[in-house]
């Protein structure tokens, strides 16, 4: 005691240390209030302490400790400063809370619905350590490329020269268009790998296996996240865009737009993959992405379950599934005589030209999703990010990567070249069955390289901050984007000559009123809908909103 009284040094740095703590406690205050309080939930930590029970909590841990700061100061000053610091305060926000406006009491449902705090959170380019930055430049130039495939496959229709149009198809840069469907395994991976990544995560917070609660909520805001907006497109496809529409090129019937009005439970029941069993008859004919993917994530806890307590046992139930997946695909191509393209039909032992065995069921597209699984759960039981490895084994990863993807997208040009190619029943079979697994391998080691520290220029391209906005619209921009080319398509008067300028002046329209739309939509929709169960202080399993989108 002696010593702390004869130490002038000793008590100014205490006297410091008490200002500081409640300069510190005074800005908490400030932080935890407001659009800042609805960022940190999106996160999912616990709820924010409100400012009166905050203080309380400071005057409590201020009491208990005073003896300890009187003896540091030779007396009872610093205890009392700190206590007459805490009830200042405390006063301060009492009367604050006095003179507030009564629709303060529902700030954070209100400011859900805010254009201008969406907007802050729309353009909000910050990362925090559980982000993957690169996923957001990969998930964008995903959608472009699905938007410059269904530019050039829905204006197929109205076409003076479709034949052309066609043909162009067999070129060997067309073929980044004619096998751009491939690019929707890219999401499935990434589906896979967000819902285990974050669902793991929770469930080491929680040190269990989840209760009912835990797995119920994770599955009705999975569907809560996904369908409000999807309803609302729907909405807009039967009611709006089929009455603007007039002309002799009239073909959304045929597309799937008019089949909405008829079928509309069947794709928020994320069943439209199954039922109606004529193409001609869904309503939303690209929305079968969604089921599929929904239908994924209803199986996916009991994976989540394995790998989180029995590692090696989910490891090889996983690698079983995929080897089920890929030898499924490849019997049912063979049987059917499938085409390796989504231009084609099947050839044999089936009387329905039009009919879909592999392209839109789950057990077909399941590999993708399963591999992105594993990536999460490699990421989840990273204790660092930053994996050093050998250069050599690092480069030679990037060049097997990379040749896998560039066989997949370029490597059916022969198919087109030589007819004996085309008309060899093992090949297809055996190409539709690995292909897309080829083609997720590739993107995987993408994505683990890039946010293991092995990127290099990849990663410093994929993690630019420019893309995060723009990757948050996706979803909207999937479900919006294909109406938008069957609306102008459907409205022309006349009909197109087609030709490389016209895609591409297509495609750059398309793409950018597609964005701006959207991001309107996404402001006044999609985003207050998503919050809504946060600022009804619902809490949810997974971070739904700041990574795991489902596209």
């Given at each position: ?71 540091m ?44 705090a ?65 690019v ?13 990544y ?10 269990d ?8 909520k ?34 959304l ?6 089949m ?21 008859e ?39 599934l ?69 250069r ?13 993807m ?41 994505v ?18 420019g ?41 750059l ?9 959207c ?19 619902i ?13």
């Amino acid at each position: 005691m002696e010593a702390f009284k004869q130490s002038p040094s000793t008590s100014s740095s205490a006297k410091v240390t008490s200002k500081k703590y409640k300069q510190q406690e005074m800005s908490n205050g400030v932080v935890n209030n407001g659009f800042s309080s609805m960022l940190l939930s999106q996160s999912h930590h616990p709820p924010d302490v409100s400012t009166v029970e905050e203080m309380a909590m400071l005057e409590k841990q201020g009491l208990s400790n005073k003896s300890t700061a009187v003896e540091m100061n030779g007396g009872a000053t610093v205890g009392q400063e700190a206590k007459a610091g805490i009830e200042s305060q405390m006063q301060h926000g009492a009367a604050a809370a006095d003179k507030a406006p009564a629709w303060k009491m529902y700030s954070p449902l209100i400011e859900a619905f805010s254009m201008s705090a969406n907007g802050r959170y729309l353009m909000d380019t910050s990362q925090s350590a559980d982000d993957f930055p690169s996923l957001h430049g990969i998930r964008v130039v995903s959608m472009l490329w699905v938007v410059l495939m269904h530019c050039h496959m829905f204006s197929l229709t109205g076409l003076d020269n479709y034949l052309e149009a066609f043909s162009h198809l067999q070129g060997f840069f067309f073929q980044i268009i004619a096998n751009g469907d491939i690019v929707v395994d890219t999401f499935f991976l990434m589906s896979g790998m967000l819902v285990t990544y974050w669902t793991i995560k929770r469930l080491k917070q929680r040190k269990d296996n989840g209760d009912i609660w835990f797995w119920i909520k994770f599955y009705l805001y999975r569907w809560w996240r996904m369908t409000p907006v999807y309803a609302f497109i729907i909405l807009v496809a039967c009611t709006l865009l089929i009455r603007i529409v007039k002309g002799p090129l009239y073909t959304l019937p045929a597309m799937g737009l008019d089949m909405c009005k008829r079928n509309w439970w069947t794709n928020l029941l994320y069943i439209n993959n199954f039922y109606p069993v004529e193409q001609s008859e869904i309503c939303l004919t690209w929305s079968w992405y969604l089921a599929v993917d929904f239908q994924c994530y209803l199986i996916s806890p009991f994976f989540i379950l394995l790998l989180y307590r029995k590692r090696a046992l989910g490891v090889s139930c996983i690698a079983a599934l995929i080897t089920a997946s890929l030898i499924l695909t490849g019997v049912l191509s063979a049987k059917y005589g499938l085409p390796v393209t989504v231009f084609g039909s099947p050839s044999k032992n089936t009387t329905d030209a039009s009919a879909d065995y592999i392209y839109t069921k789950p057990w077909t597209r399941i590999s993708p999703f399963l591999l992105g699984m594993l990536l999460g759960y490699a990421f989840s039981s990273m204790r660092s990010r930053q994996v050093p490895i050998n250069r050599g084994v690092v480069l030679m990863a990037w060049l097997l990567s990379t040749a896998l993807m560039l066989s997949v997208v370029f490597g059916l040009y022969s198919h087109y070249q030589m007819p004996q190619v085309a008309q060899n029943e093992s090949m297809k079979a055996f190409y539709n069955a690995c292909h897309r697994f080829a083609w997720t391998l590739g993107v995987a080691w993408v994505v683990f390289a890039c946010e293991t520290g092995n990127g290099g220029l990849a990663a410093e391209l994929l993690s630019w901050p420019g893309w995060k906005p723009a990757s948050k619209v996706s979803y909207t921009v999937y479900l919006l984007h294909p109406a938008l080319i069957l609306v102008y398509m459907s409205s022309r008067p006349v009909t197109l000559h087609y030709d490389d300028w016209m895609l591409i002046y297509l495609y750059l329209g398309i793409a950018l009123f597609s964005y701006l739309l959207c991001a309107l939509v996404y402001l006044s929709i999609e985003l207050p809908l998503a919050r809504l169960p946060h600022a009804l202080s619902i809490k949810s399993n997974t971070a739904v909103e700041k990574e795991e989108q489902p596209v």
